[in-house]
């Protein structure tokens, strides 16, 4: 891995996702009324999920020391800032999981790895990764929510499109790139993406490109498309 030098575009680009989510948040929660009639609520209940993704993206760079190269502390913070935000997710707790992933990736000692079909191996992906606190810390923070915003809102906005990015992560960074049989030359024991920029983004900031992620976990997710070919 080459060194990291310190490089303040990742450090924007993260508090670019933040302040989106927030400010987008916000407006939703308190100056948008709800038409269940319109597609215009469930594109933004979209755009939220999109952004909630996005969260856990910049989580997922700094556990690989490229949201902030250079500077471990503020590295680290971003990377608590930003998994906290997803649904109360603990830093300390998927950084070692993560690296685990890597080590032993597509093995039983891979924590994302299943050998069941989809479902089962989606559930085995939840357990991983969320915890009864977390969802004692959303139930209270939905109960108190929804006194001050519309119900429809904090289920809308706020609610929905956590579980539904929990979705889009293990659909597109797990599931798809590791599912089936490896050859036995792929090092890295994973699929990747047809090349096509614009849906990388979309679907999930480049995470399908998952085979070069995995040969080169050193490029932070928005230089992630150069290394495809």
């Not at 594109?43 to 939220?48: G, I, N, R, Y």
């Not at 590295?75 to 070692?96: D, E, H, Q």
């Not at 209270?140 to 904090?154: G, I, T």
């Amino acid at each position: 891995m080459p060194t990291l030098k310190k490089d303040t575009r990742g450090i924007v680009i993260a508090a670019t996702i933040v302040c989106c989510w927030v400010g987008l948040l916000a407006y939703l929660l308190t100056n948008y009324t709800v038409d269940f009639a319109s597609p215009v609520p469930y594109l933004l209940m979209l755009v939220q999920m999109h952004l909630y993704t996005g969260l856990f993206i910049t989580s997922h760079d700094a556990m690989h020391g490229v949201a902030a190269p250079g500077r471990p502390k503020l590295n680290r913070t971003i990377g608590t800032i930003t998994a906290f935000l997803f649904a109360y997710n603990w830093y300390p707790r998927l950084l070692p999981r993560h690296h685990q992933h890597h080590k032993h990736v597509a093995t039983e000692q891979d924590p994302d790895y299943h050998h069941g079909s989809f479902w089962p191996w989606y559930y085995s992906f939840l357990k991983q990764y969320i915890t009864w606190w977390q969802l004692l810390l959303m139930a209270v923070s939905f109960n108190v929510l929804k006194y001050f915003y519309p119900v429809e809102n904090v289920i809308m906005f706020w609610m929905l499109p956590a579980v539904l990015a929990t979705f889009q992560l293990f659909y597109f960074g797990t599931y798809l790139p590791h599912r089936g049989e490896h050859a036995p030359e792929n090092p890295h024991k994973s699929g990747t993406q047809q090349k096509n920029h614009l849906w990388a983004f979309l679907s999930c900031y480049f995470f399908g490109y998952h085979y070069e992620h995995h040969d080169k976990p050193y490029l932070p997710w928005w230089q992630l498309y150069k290394a495809k070919v």
